[in-house]
């Protein structure tokens, strides 16, 4: 936390110099580099520096500097030649002109030619297809470890650096150069960070300012090492290739000398090609172009949208960047030479040799080790590179898993996500909270993730949110098709990234014991449930919140409040990481998923997510209003008593909400609550589209273990805290005494029991806590603790459903209690009284009423708050209750000096005083 703070100081006062148009020394900005790669500097931060960098001239001696950082960072690969130069052949990008893969096809000729070549390079670029895709569409395995990298050289002459398994710690600047849009000093360093530091390469710039700056670099490299020997080119047609259309500007750089040449076609014996004939394709028609030309061909083309690849033109551009390579290398002393030593490689079939043996290598590797260690690290802040442990399995749905895991700090992570979180989708769910036998200590958490499912109303969408989503939503496309089988679903659609449909209405009436089968937004959960389903992982699984209304596709209320077009009724992501830490087991590691369905594979793919703007916050002390006026509440209760008189109702929960503009960040808010009310459940969840929620919850609402043991808390009965421990106690003994306040727990208990009872095994249900006491920042409750055990035919979904929702947020009968609450309530409930939580997928289940929470969209904060009314509440008594719990959410919305947060505990006076005797905070730091 100190080094994020450092560099954020730093990062901001590096940005304010280079907008100033300020000199900053080159090492200064090679620090920052530095400590964002290192994950020290959040994502918008990251963002502006490179905006402003962009504002100063491109120096040599400053992308040096930033190759050096980034190459310092790079896991290292160690390729040995003892005779001839290592070679690579790489291009900046940025030409625009989505050309051939020349520079991966011209490795293996010039590998087939007898030098060995360390390929490095990545995914799309300024193309359409990148090195990674191009291999791939040939057969090969990108995704190599470094020792395979080192034996593929060591005994084909020809490997492959895939820059992401090279340069993890890029993944802490995607984000914001993707946001960015523009390209940076990032795009520059491509060629100079190659882990095993090739002493020749053919180094091709899409743009022709920036040829100087490696020239400056290249001279004075080759001026220390004498084996550096460099061939830079440009073509007049804007090509970061020697082109086979127009002459290609050259300089030739050695021992510490640089000549400036000009390349003709003519002059490597090729013919001149209009460079439409080398550009365009999709990754497995240039390879079908390129195989064409290893078998011989020098004729016909590959149709390719808006064109064709000419097979002549593609054999021609191959050549002339092998034979610059080759000359860069020394095999020969012309290019012309080098050219002639290109074409025989090529006719002789030693490069289709070297391809098929490549491809059968790297499959073989790969099939051997699996995925390797190093593939796509966690975003989450890990001890060490390495995983500790690896794990695969196969889900019920043939979806293959490898879950690698990782070492991390309990706090560094929290922090980590708590901050990205105010900006980027994912969950983050807590207990601080602990009780003997009830609650422990434990932390879930993740950003970005692949996969979001919604519901509004009887229709779904599944949603791929980034690249490796993707790869998945075949795979619920199929869950949901299995489940349109059983008429649940229907009007099923599918496209690349999203799968979309309509949930069935029920075509018969299903028993109380039955309820949950019914056609529901939980069809899909039951689907997604049943695909993935594995014993394998005890955490992996969705996660997300669950809104009111879903009850009303169960239930038959007669709604009468309107409902805004934007609500959805359900959020759940599918992560591919996840922060695990639970004291009880003495567990604490960060879990990152790879998977593979029906050949496809998420390795490799960046972890990245929309950025969503933060929320406009209100400057200056606030008043919330409330959806009540004074004294409404209690007419609401009055009403309730007249229903309770006349028997129509036994108990009803009804609440009112208040509603400010944001005063504070969500992740500021989540700290403040985490300091001031610990509680069983708390949570902070960004649902996307400025829409978070951030929750104290006292309550869980249903847990599930994988082998059927279910347990709920249900809570009624409330009173404030004491001044002191002695006020603490006198409250208690009042709460313990109060018929009133026993009877509306006893009444929710058996409520829960009966709940129960329909889906457990008949005598396991029990009530092995009665009227405990909880304590919170400024409410004591009374709790009990219910235990059963699922019989056979029913899972943690049935027992899910079957407290939909539950008694304490609803009352008794429910639909009556339910109706009641429509009727009286002045807005939809929206997400109060649902669930967060996960249900995962070994059967187990965890989530917690969606109470004491921060609802925040689009600037605005509203708080929600109800009391549970019995036939001898105290109307005015019960509107109180209701502000009083609403106190401890609006207070943390408050000022930032009256809130302390999680991070940074409160300061005692004597700290606090400084020397004059004010009693100005001040902030200490001891080591």
């Known amino acids: 936390a100190l080094l994020t703070r450092m560099a954020d100081k730093n990062v901001k006062s590096v940005t304010k110099a280079l907008l100033g148009g300020q000199e900053v020394p080159d090492v200064q900005i090679a620090g920052v580099i530095r400590d964002m790669m290192q994950g020290h500097v959040g994502d918008a931060q990251t963002a502006a520096f490179l905006s402003s960098l962009c504002t100063r001239p491109m120096t040599s001696g400053l992308v040096e500097a930033c190759a050096d950082v980034m190459l310092s960072m790079a896991n290292p690969c160690q390729v040995k030649s003892q005779d001839l130069p290592v070679v690579d052949i790489v291009g900046t990008g940025g030409d625009g002109k989505d050309a051939f893969n020349v520079s991966t096809a011209a490795g293996f000729v010039i590998a087939a030619c007898g030098f060995p070549v360390a390929k490095h390079g990545n995914r799309s670029s300024s193309g359409s297809v990148g090195s990674a895709d191009f291999l791939e569409s040939l057969g090969a395995q990108v995704m190599l470890s470094p020792s395979t990298v080192e034996s593929a050289v060591s005994s084909l002459g020809y490997g492959f650096l895939f820059a992401p398994m090279f340069h993890p710690a890029m993944k802490h600047v995607a984000a914001a150069r993707k946001a960015v849009g523009v390209r940076t000093v990032f795009n520059l360093l491509g060629p100079l960070t190659n882990p095993s530091q090739p002493s020749s390469q053919l180094l091709g710039v899409g743009v022709e300012s920036v040829l100087p700056i490696y020239e400056e670099i290249m001279t004075r490299r080759s001026a220390a090492d004498s084996r550096f020997r460099i061939l830079i080119v440009h073509s007049e047609d804007g090509m970061d290739e020697i082109s086979v259309s ?148 196969t889900t019920q749905g043939e979806v293959e898993v490898t879950r690698m895991e990782y070492k ?10 708590t901050d990205k979180l105010d900006t980027h989708r994912g969950c983050l769910n807590i207990c601080d909270y602990t009780y003997p036998g009830r609650y422990h200590k434990w932390a879930l958490g993740f950003s970005d993730p692949p996969i979001m499912i919604s519901t509004k109303g009887r229709s779904f969408t599944i949603e791929a949110l980034n690249s490796r989503g993707k790869v998945l939503i075949p795979a619920f496309h199929l869950a949901m098709v299995a489940m349109e089988k059983h008429n649940h679903l229907n009007n099923i659609t599918l496209s690349e990234s999203i799968v979309s449909g ?108 929309t950025e969503f703007p933060p929320h406009e916050l209100a400057q200056g002390a ?17 009403l309730a008593k007249e229903k309770f008189h006349a028997g129509d109702l036994f108990e009803a929960v009804c609440s009112q909400t208040f509603t400010q503009p944001c005063t504070c960040s969500p992740s500021e808010l989540s700290r403040r609550l985490r300091a001031r009310n610990p509680a069983p459940y708390g949570f902070l969840i960004n649902l996307g589209d400025c829409e978070h929620l951030v929750g104290a919850s006292p309550e869980i609402f249903v847990r599930v273990n994988a082998q059927g043991g279910i347990e709920t808390c249900p809570i009624s009965g409330t009173i404030q805290r004491g001044k002191d421990a002695v006020g603490d106690a006198s409250n208690i003994r009042e709460l313990l005494n109060s018929e009133k306040e026993m009877s509306e727990l006893t009444m929710c208990t058996d409520v829960d029991r009966n709940d129960k009872s329909r889906i457990c095994v008949p005598g396991s249900v029990q009530v092995v806590g009665r009227r405990q006491i909880e304590m919170y920042s400024r409410l004591i409750h009374t709790v009990d603790h219910v235990k059963g055990k699922l019989d056979a035919g029913y899972d943690a979904l049935d027992a899910f459903l079957v407290h939909t929702w539950a008694v304490t947020v609803t009352g008794a009968p429910k639909v009556w209690a339910m109706q009641f609450v429509e009727d009286h309530e002045k807005t939809a409930r929206k997400w109060y009284a649902g669930a967060v939580g996960g249900l995962r997928f070994n059967g187990s289940l965890d989530t917690g009423l969606t109470l004491r929470t921060v609802h925040m969209r689009r600037g605005l904060a509203q708080v929600r708050a109800g009391a549970t009314l019995l036939y001898d509440s105290d109307p005015e008594m019960e509107e109180k209750e209701t502000r009083l719990k609403a106190s401890a959410m609006l207070g943390a919305l408050g000022s930032a000096a009256s809130a302390p947060v999680a991070d940074e505990p409160p300061q005692s006076p004597s700290v606090a005083r400084n020397a004059g005797g004010s009693t100005k905070p001040k902030r200490i730091f001891v080591v």
């Open 502 to 609: 309509n949930i069935s209405q029920p075509a018969t009436k299903f028993s109380e014991d039955q309820r949950s089968r019914q056609p529901s937004a939980f069809s899909v959960v039951r689907a997604v449930l049943s695909f993935f389903s594995s014993p394998d992982d005890s955490w992996f699984g969705v996660y997300g919140a669950f809104g009111y209304d879903l009850t009303f596709q169960f239930e038959q209320v007669n709604l009468r409040l309107p409902r805004e077009d934007e609500q959805r009724d359900m959020v759940l992501f599918l992560p591919d990481e996840l922060l695990v830490s639970d004291h009880e087991l003495g567990l604490l590691r960060v879990y990152s998923y790879e998977f593979s369905f029906k050949g496809e594979s998420t390795v490799g793919k960046v972890r990245e997510g």
């Open 622 to 638: 606030v008043e919330p209003s409330s959806d009540h006026q004074p004294g409404e509440y209690a007419d609401v209760v009055r």
């Open 408 to 417: 991390t700090n309990l706090q560094d992570c929290i922090s980590f996500l």
């Open 246 to 393: 127009a002459p290609t500007k050259a300089v030739y750089v050695s021992q510490g000398q640089s000549k400036r040449m000009t390349i003709t076609p003519e002059m490597l014996g090729v013919s001149t090609h209009p460079i439409d004939d080398v550009c365009g394709g999709t990754a497995d028609e240039r390879a079908a172009a390129f195989n064409s030309v290893l078998d011989g061909s020098s004729t016909g083309s590959i149709s390719v949208e808006g064109g064709e690849l000419k097979i002549a033109a593609i054999r021609d551009f191959i050549i002339a960047n092998a034979a610059g390579a080759l000359f860069a290398g020394g095999a020969a002393d012309s290019l012309l030479e080098c050219a002639k030593l290109a074409a025989n490689a090529i006719d002789s079939g030693k490069a289709k040799t070297l391809v098929s043996d490549y491809v059968r290598f790297t499959v073989e590797s790969t099939s051997s080790q699996g995925p390797p260690s190093l593939a796509v690290k966690p975003s989450l802040p890990i001890a060490h590179e390495q995983p500790v442990g690896t794990k695969k399995w």
